[in-house]
């Protein structure tokens, strides 16, 4: 039986690792997506500015005395990608969206999976409690994104009842010792 335990805790482990740089790149992607979206709701001003000897169309942000600021362009001109046309008008709300009930969906993963690896038992209400939320959550994330949503809610569901039943089992086992 201790075993077992050490392969869910130290898989968990693993899962748990994996969650937290998913977080991470979650995080950055939907700060760039929202500050994208933001710009493009400014309707931001283009101004054409010489770098590297190409004229390139830059958004303008402000003005300090004399100085302007622009929004940074990539221009990688000696692999020949030019990346100066990106589209501010590319995110839409929808992205943003399911950006952020992915971020909370792996939130709710990473404390699951960190409770999963930290636990002597992988039976206990509160792991149970922790798929259950993530399972609401990538309910609410198949709205936004469709059936793989609605199938990955689907799967944590049943997971969520294996453990509550798990759980019974646990305590039963637990008063008769």
């Not at 000897?53 to 830059?58: F, I, L, P």
């Not at 929004?71 to 001109?77: C, G, R, S």
């Not at 469709?146 to 089992?169: H, M, N, P, Q, R």
């Amino acid at each position: 039986m201790e075993i077992h335990t050490e392969k869910i805790r130290r898989f968990s482990g693993i899962i748990y690792t994996l969650l937290r740089i998913a977080f991470v790149a979650f995080i950055i992607v939907g700060a760039v997506e929202a500050i994208s979206w933001f710009m493009s709701v400014l309707a931001l001003h283009t101004e054409a500015v010489i770098i590297g000897g190409k004229s390139v169309e830059v958004p303008f942000l402000f003005k300090l005395g004399e100085l302007k600021i622009y929004l940074p362009v990539f221009i990688l001109n000696e692999s020949g990608v030019d990346l100066s046309g990106f589209d501010f008008l590319k995110f839409s709300l929808g992205d943003i969206l399911r950006t952020a009930f992915t971020i909370v969906a792996l939130a709710y993963a990473k404390s699951t999976f960190r409770a999963l690896r930290d636990s002597g038992s992988p039976f206990r209400r509160d792991i149970a409690a922790g798929f259950r939320k993530l399972a609401v959550v990538l309910l609410c994330l198949g709205v936004v994104t469709g059936v793989v949503g609605f199938l990955a809610a689907g799967i944590v569901w049943v997971l969520c009842l294996i453990f509550d039943y798990g759980c019974s089992l646990q305590a039963e086992s637990d008063t008769t010792l």
